[in-house]
């Protein structure tokens, strides 16, 4: 079984700071491509960022110039530096991965979601 745990939301005020993680645990035999997604309310859900197993990054509008994304030397976990926080990037963060089974079956494997709130 595949988990993915996030941690690191929660409130802080404009021009702040916060870095989000979220590691992979279970049974599988590589971990691609990781990434951020998140939903507003009433909104889609956007990519905000990804990082490929070689460390190729790819960021969302919202996250240009501002968020970075890296992976742990073990790539099995990935985090988010988001800096010079709005009150628009408040939303439910969701972590994602591509993991290949040990039968080479790839999936997407979501987190369950972190919520980061930005006050003015």
């Known amino acids: 079984q595949v988990q993915l745990v996030e941690s690191g939301g929660g409130s802080v005020q404009t021009g702040g700071s916060l870095t989000l993680s979220c590691a992979v645990s279970g049974n599988f035999f590589t971990i691609d491509t990781m990434g951020w997604y998140r939903q507003a309310p009433g909104e889609r859900r956007e990519l905000v960022a990804e990082?490929?197993?070689?460390?190729?990054?790819n960021y969302g509008d919202p996250a240009k110039d501002r968020f970075t994304i890296n992976r742990n030397n073990a790539a099995t976990t990935v985090y988010l530096r988001m800096r010079i926080l709005k009150p628009e990037d408040t939303a439910v963060y969701y972590c994602k991965a591509e993991i290949r089974s040990r039968t080479l079956i790839e999936d997407d494997y979501w987190g369950k979601g972190t919520l980061v709130t930005v006050s003015s």
């Open positions: 990082i490929t197993a070689s460390g190729t990054t």
